[in-house]
T-cell receptor, first 114, second 113 residues
Framework: NAGVTQTPKFRVLKTGQSMTLLCAQDMNHEYMYWYRQDPGMGLRLIHYSVGEGTTAKGEVPDGYNVSRLKKQNFLLGLESAAPSQTSVYFC?????????????FGPGTRLTVL | LAKTTQPISMDSYEGQEVNITCSHNNIATNDYITWYQQFPSQGPRFIIQGYKTKVTNEVASLFIPADRKSSTLSLPRVSLSDTAVYYCLVGPNSGAGSYQLTFGKGTKLSVIP
């Protein structure tokens, strides 16, 4: 199993550009999450999904949109990137029957917005 | 969600046992204590979770006193590869409102040769 994978690994955007980050998991997990991590900080939850076709806002959702059209994929979109969205983005997942505190994380996407 | 307090950084020599203590005075009855490890340029990795007393796995031990207001992550005989940031999290294990893991700044452990 590949676990949780994220595409791309790195990206540089100009202010106002849009992009989509892809998260994929092959563990048949129902729950998926998007976090951002800024230098020297912990992770903050952007959006999450408890199943295919459902999404919900986390702690810092402004400026982001998400979609969960397939169980294995969770997409994070930036419609109009801003320098404040420069960060490392992590995707995570876990199964419904498992501990909510035991999440499996991807390797991250490092995004720079100029 | 209960707030946690842990040291910002710690240094240890290779081969020593390392104990990282986390304070969580406002822990709720249904909260669990979970520790994650994060290497540079990688996502966090679950290490261990417990509710009370002692939990041990192949990576670490977790000690939780009876009042549960603190917990100690113990790493036996650390090596250079244990250099990482360690996060202590407190929260419910399931049910409504437990979707958001709250990561603080963590403890940066540096293992010295």
């Amino acid at each position: 199993n590949a676990g949780v994978t994220q595409t791309p690994k790195f990206r540089v955007l100009k202010t106002g550009q849009s992009m989509t980050l892809l998260c994929a998991q092959d563990m048949n997990h129902e729950y998926m999450y998007w976090y951002r991590q800024d230098p020297g900080m912990g992770l903050r939850l952007i959006h999450y999904s408890v199943g295919e076709g459902t999404t919900a806002k986390g702690e810092v959702p402004d400026g982001y949109n998400v979609s969960r059209l397939k169980k294995q994929n969770f997409l994070l979109g930036l419609e109009s990137a801003a320098p404040s969205q420069t960060s490392v983005y992590f995707c995570a997942s876990h199964k419904r029957e498992g501990s909510y505190n035991e999440q499996f994380f991807g390797p991250g996407t490092r995004l720079t917005v100029l | 969600l209960a707030k946690t307090t842990q040291p910002i950084s710690m240094d240890s020599y290779e081969g020593q046992e390392v104990n990282i203590t986390c304070s969580h005075n406002n822990i709720a009855t249904n909260d669990y204590i979970t520790w994650y490890q994060q290497f540079p340029s990688q996502g966090p990795r679950f290490i261990i979770q417990g509710y009370k007393t002692k939990v041990t796995n192949e990576v670490a031990s977790l000690f939780i006193p009876a009042d549960r207001k603190s917990s100690t992550l113990s790493l036996p005989r650390v090596s250079l590869s244990d250099t990482a940031v360690y996060y202590c999290l407190v929260g419910p294990n399931s049910g409504a409102g437990s979707y958001q893991l709250t990561f603080g700044k963590g403890t940066k452990l540096s293992v010295i040769p």
